[in-house]
């Protein structure tokens, strides 16, 4: 595969070399969980019921993707600035110190996970009804625990040296699986949800077989060596800034899996689990729209994480300014095409009338003010980029933890506005955060840039 060129190319090439790959990589990552959703919500007789069931175990989930973020998105940018500044053995050794966090990671959750599966649904608001379906979905999405975090948190790495094309062929090989295991086990072996969560299992393990014959392989320059244990300890300093750095994405992940809790919880009591199964398509649509606009910002990640690291200010600023002229209409589109047809998006994953009543007005409400999502991501991509951990940690806490979450119980409970406040949590918080994030972005960034020069 053809290798993307950080240090010669053009910054708006480089920018779509790297982000086309990355948007067809992510858009059939998705396919892992929004392939599932939409065949269990035709299962006959019980699909509302189980698509709401396995919405429950969302927060363990998004758990995964955010220790997966925390090594892969907190150590890509490390590794491409020092690649920028030539030091390729330094890049290698954080690459090294991410892969072994990764796989020391996985094996604890998957651990912890099985043995805590049933008291964590409790918590997350399971009824002895929904249950049946949960944990066996659950338990058994677990086993693929390693298999998902080092696909995800190694692609990055591989997206660094310049080459988005393998990242994106591992989930297509992954994505392709699952799309036609999933009926095969769920209706033709009639397994049901444990059938989507074997099948998205299997596709995982075939991703992970393809990076691995990447990472442990010769044809990168920067790859995985199975260090000596006497040298392990050497990672230790490499870990911490892995660490340091991927908090954000963490706690953006870990942010999204509360917000998830306290939203099944309000919407169990105002609600009841049609609204549960509701939230489960509005989070699903939510996915697939954010998609296009993350492989932007995402593509755009590497190319000023080492163009700061080579210390060439104009093009960091151009990476910024392409990013953000591409993100805003794309935000404003989509959020004009939920308005117009938000019941062509439910209907992809239940097209039960009832529900289509409720959950129409949910989605308009979810999506309204869509625009400023682009703000907070491209403000949280160039601070991360940039290896800004505070102002990154502080936005992300800001926007779920301040905001969307007292926002969740406030709007219901006090303002007495029932599960309608539940929806009207985001775009609220989509406005004051990506204002607060973006502005803060250009005052603190664009004079240290101008300094740079």
């Not at 599932?36 to 429950?56: F, H, K, S």
């Not at 094996?107 to 009824?127: H, K, N, T, Y």
């Not at 794309?330 to 004009?336: D, E, F, S």
């Not at 800004?388 to 301040?402: E, H, N, P, T």
Request: hydrophobic share 50%; proline share 4%; with cysteine.
């Amino acid at each position: 595969m053809r290798q993307v060129d950080f240090e010669n190319g053009k910054i708006a090439q480089n920018i779509a070399r790297t982000a086309f790959p990355m948007l067809v990589a992510q858009v059939l990552s998705l396919l892992y969980s929004i392939v599932d959703r939409i065949y269990i919500g035709r299962i006959p007789g019980e699909g509302t019921e189980a698509l709401g069931a396995v919405g429950l175990c969302f927060p363990v989930i998004i758990l995964i993707t955010g220790f997966t973020n925390m090594y892969g998105m907190g150590g890509s940018p490390l590794f491409a600035m020092e690649l920028g500044r030539g030091d390729k053995e330094k890049a290698e050794k954080i690459m090294n110190t991410s892969f072994r966090l990764l796989v020391v990671t996985a094996c604890v959750i998957m651990g912890i996970g099985e043995a805590f599966a049933e008291p964590l649904l409790r918590i997350f608001g399971a009824s002895d009804r929904a249950m049946g379906y949960s944990l066996v979905y659950l338990r058994i999405y677990l086993t693929g625990t390693l298999f998902s975090m080092v696909t995800t948190g190694m692609n990055p790495f591989i997206n660094a040296q310049g080459f988005p094309g393998i990242g994106m062929l591992s989930v297509v090989i992954g994505a392709v699986s699952n799309l036609i295991l999933d009926p095969l086990f769920i209706f033709a072996l009639k397994m049901g949800v444990s059938g989507a969560a074997v099948a998205t299992v299997i596709s995982q393990g075939l991703s992970v077989m393809l990076v691995s014959h990447y990472i442990f392989g010769k044809k990168l320059e920067q790859r995985i060596r199975m260090e000596k244990t006497r040298r392990i300890k050497d990672m230790f300093p490499f870990a911490r800034d892995i660490v340091s750095l991927g908090v954000a994405p963490f706690i953006m992940q870990c942010t999204n899996s509360l917000v998830q809790i306290a939203c099944n919880s309000v919407l169990m009591k105002f609600g009841g689990e049609i609204y549960v199964s509701i939230m489960t398509i509005v989070s699903s649509v939510r996915q697939i729209m954010d998609t296009p606009v993350l492989a932007v910002v995402e593509g755009a990640s590497p190319i000023i994480s080492y163009n700061y690291g080579a210390g060439k200010a104009g093009n960091v600023r151009k990476a910024m300014a392409i990013m953000m002229l591409v993100s805003l209409p794309y935000t404003l589109a989509v959020w004009l095409l939920v308005l117009w047809k938000a019941e062509m998006f439910i209907s992809i994953f239940n097209s039960d009338r009832m529900l289509l009543t409720y959950a129409v007005p949910a989605l308009h409400l979810y999506f309204f003010a869509y625009i400023f999502q682009s703000l907070q991501c491209g403000g949280q991509t160039v601070f991360k980029a940039l290896n800004k951990k505070k102002q990154a940690v502080f936005f992300s806490l800001f926007r779920k933890v301040v905001m969307v979450v007292p926002l969740t119980y406030l709007f219901p409970y006090v303002f007495g506005m029932g599960t309608n406040g539940v929806f009207m949590a985001e775009p609220v918080s989509n406005v004051v955060g990506g204002v607060a994030c973006f502005t803060t972005m250009l005052l603190t960034v664009l004079p240290e840039l101008k300094r740079m020069e």
